[in-house]
């Protein structure tokens, strides 16, 4: 069973309240006369090319937080839940073993088998969360330091209006590595992007994965759409 207390890992959490909102927006208000190119010809929502060329020290120093924080975070997962991840690669060899080469199914094996899974993924869609409220956190800070860079170009001329409600330069989004839980599980693909999935390179966990999200309910273990 997965020890709930493990999931809260003490990451340097971005604070987004009142007063961090406030210094941010006195950040923007400094710098407002060095950004005519963010306040004048940046398209709505969108930085730069490469996402980060070009962004001023603040918006990178919350790009650098959240990239810490979440790296953290990942560690954390597969550290404090390393006998599960041991136990569910054990079993899909297993799982494999019984439904791709002998071919006789095992309804107790399985079930067994998706209580691991389920348990892992419970815990990998926590920490995706904690990873999302740091990027949400983060966001906010952005917000307000560009409100701050918009009010500082007003007042020094260089714009007429407030900042438009879709023009975020520097906006955080998390990686890939976030949005299939199940992924973390192939140590060999965590990072390999569009390589996860793919079936001429299929794992046995990623077959056993496969086996069990698409068992019928009549099979006893079923689990429906892979996550994430």
């Known amino acids: 069973m997965i020890n709930k207390a493990r999931i809260n890992v003490r990451v340097r959490h971005l604070n987004a309240g009142l ?9 923007g208000r400094r710098d407002a006369a060095e950004l005519l190119q963010f306040l004048t010809g940046t398209e709505g929502g969108r930085g730069p090319a490469d996402g980060t060329a070009g ?16 790296a953290r975070l990942r560690s954390h997962m597969l550290r404090a839940h390393r006998e599960l991840h041991i136990r569910i690669q054990a079993e899909s060899v297993r799982v494999v073993t019984q439904y791709t080469v ?18 892992w993924r419970s815990a990998a869609a926590d920490y995706r969360q904690q990873a999302q409220q740091l990027a949400d956190a983060a966001n906010q800070l952005i917000a307000c330091y560009w409100d701050g ?19 975020l330069p520097g906006r955080i989004t998390l990686d890939h590595t976030w949005a299939r839980v199940d992924d973390s599980l192939l140590t060999d693909r965590w990072y390999a992007g569009e390589r996860a999935g793919d079936p001429a390179a299929a794992s ?25």
């Open 102 to 119: 002998r071919k006789k199914p095992a309804p107790a094996a399985l079930a067994r088998y998706g209580r691991m899974v389920g348990e």
């Open 19 to 27: 007063l961090s909102s406030a210094r941010a927006r006195s950040h």
């Open 204 to 228: 046995a966990v990623a077959q056993a994965l496969h086996i069990i999200d698409n068992q019928a309910p009549s099979g006893g273990a079923g689990h429906g759409a892979r996550r994430g």
């Open 149 to 167: 860079v918009w009010a500082g170009g007003r007042a020094a001329g260089l714009v007429q209006e407030s900042r438009p409600a879709g023009r």
């Open 55 to 70: 962004l001023p020290p603040y918006i990178l120093g919350l790009h650098a937080r959240v990239r810490r924080g979440t």
